[in-house]
């Protein structure tokens, strides 16, 4: 089953991903009352951001997928349920579990959950990159495994 996927699929989810991601840290900085918190978090948006520059930067140097569609737009459309189901959720639900966290380490635990889904999404949809794209991939788990690590420092010092 090798293969089917391409590194600039990879790419492409990712930087909705970390577009997502983007949004659900700043919105928690916006609304935490806690300055440690809203400190990490704006911190943890901005990494968001330079991830999805990286990540654009990457594409150029990758084989472009373009893939067979029914209809104009099909793909991206994929592409854009693909991220938002197994990872990060679209905007509206980002603010919506923010608002309804009971406290800012419940958020920061809906956060590592987040970073945890999109390692294991990262890593299973790795299985099915050609060789010669798995670097892509292996750069994406690589910063995720980071936010893990900040979000796990940050729940235990709150």
Known sequence: ???????????????QIEK???????SLADSSQNEKVRESCRYLAGEEK????DFE???????KYVPPESYPGEYEAYVKALSEEHVFTNNNAVKDMIQKAPSDKE??????GFEKDSLLFFGEIG?????YDRQVIEELIRQEREHLSKLSE?????
């Open 20 to 26: 997502n991601g983007w949004e659900f840290y700043q």
């Open 154 to 158: 940050l729940k235990k010092t709150i």
């Open 57 to 63: 930067k990457l594409l150029p140097s990758l084989e």
């Open 107 to 112: 958020a920061i635990q809906i956060a590592i």
């Open 50 to 53: 330079k991830h999805i520059e």
């Open 1 to 15: 089953m090798s293969g089917i996927f391409k590194g600039s699929e990879i790419v492409e989810i990712g930087i």
């Open 127 to 131: 299985k099915f990159v050609p060789n």
